[in-house]
T-cell receptor, first 116, second 112 residues
Framework: AQKVTQAQTEISVVEKEDVTLDCVYE???????LFWYKQPPSGELVFLIR??????QNEISGRYSWNFQKSTSSFNFTITASQVVDSAVYFC?????????????FGQGTTLQVKP | DVKVTQSSRYLVKRTGEKVFLECVQD?????MFWYRQDPGLGLRLIYF???????EKGDIPEGYSVSREKKERFSLILESASTNQTSMYLC???????????FGPGTRLTVT
């Protein structure tokens, strides 16, 4: 069965610390897509990144970076030099197999609090 | 930019009322989704639709129904609202599995 696990329920850091949010997934598909979303206090989920299963290159976007490792079925997200505005709930998600509906399997989410 | 809008940000209804939550997307997406989000439970899929008039139950469809008469609009209906349906409701749309989903701002529903 497909599953996404975000073992960290809540993380609290002080501004300027680096923080890594873990995501582990399970799937039998050879072709799949992974996503990260950010949900700030306003409530709307904001898309951060998409990665397909054939592209294991790490990605960096400003202070954000993602480490995709098929060998460990992980897609971890690191924020460098965290800021108060990074405080949010972060969701990792996996596209459902055998479906082209865009249905996603979500992890439970990690609440990140960045203190000044 | 894809835009998904929801009819209300905040809504207060009484127990037993019929409640309509509306969602509209402007990018001609085939697929639309309704979730509810509760503390500690993450996002739970209520219903989704993959075409006009087509729908499928998600993980928690009990107490809800949906309507999709036009491609751009997907409505969630609470036939007789109950206090345990107090929650944040999120709508999303997607063209296919490669792209992911685009979310609306959410409706925080309180049933008293």
């Amino acid at each position: 069965a497909q599953k996404v696990t975000q073992a960290q329920t809540e993380i609290s850091v002080v501004e300027k610390e680096d923080v890594t949010l873990d995501c582990v997934y399970e799937t039998r598909d050879t072709t799949y897509y992974l996503f990260w979303y950010k949900q700030p206090p306003s409530g709307e989920l904001v898309f951060l990144i998409r990665r397909n299963s054939f592209d294991e290159q790490n990605e960096i976007s400003g202070r954000y970076s993602w480490n995709f490792q098929k060998s460990t079925s992980s897609f971890n997200f690191t924020i460098t030099a965290s800021q108060v505005v990074d405080s949010a709930v972060y969701f990792c998600a996996l596209s459902e197999r055998l479906s082209n509906t865009g249905k996603l399997i979500f992890g439970q989410g990690t609440t990140l609090q960045v203190k000044p | 930019d894809v835009k998904v809008t929801q009819s209300s940000r905040y809504l207060v209804k009484r127990t037993g009322e019929k409640v309509f939550l509306e969602c509209v997307q402007d990018m001609d997406h085939e697929n639309m989704f309704w979730y509810r989000q509760d503390p500690g439970l993450g996002l739970r899929l209520i219903y989704f639709s993959y075409d006009v008039k087509m729908k499928e139950k998600g993980d928690i469809p009990e107490g809800y129904s949906v309507s999709r008469e036009k491609k751009e609009r997907f409505s969630l209906i609470l036939e007789s609202a109950s206090t345990n349906q107090t929650s944040m409701y999120l709508c999303a749309s997607s063209p296919d599995r490669t792209v992911g989903q685009y979310f609306g701002p959410g409706t925080r529903l309180t049933v008293t």
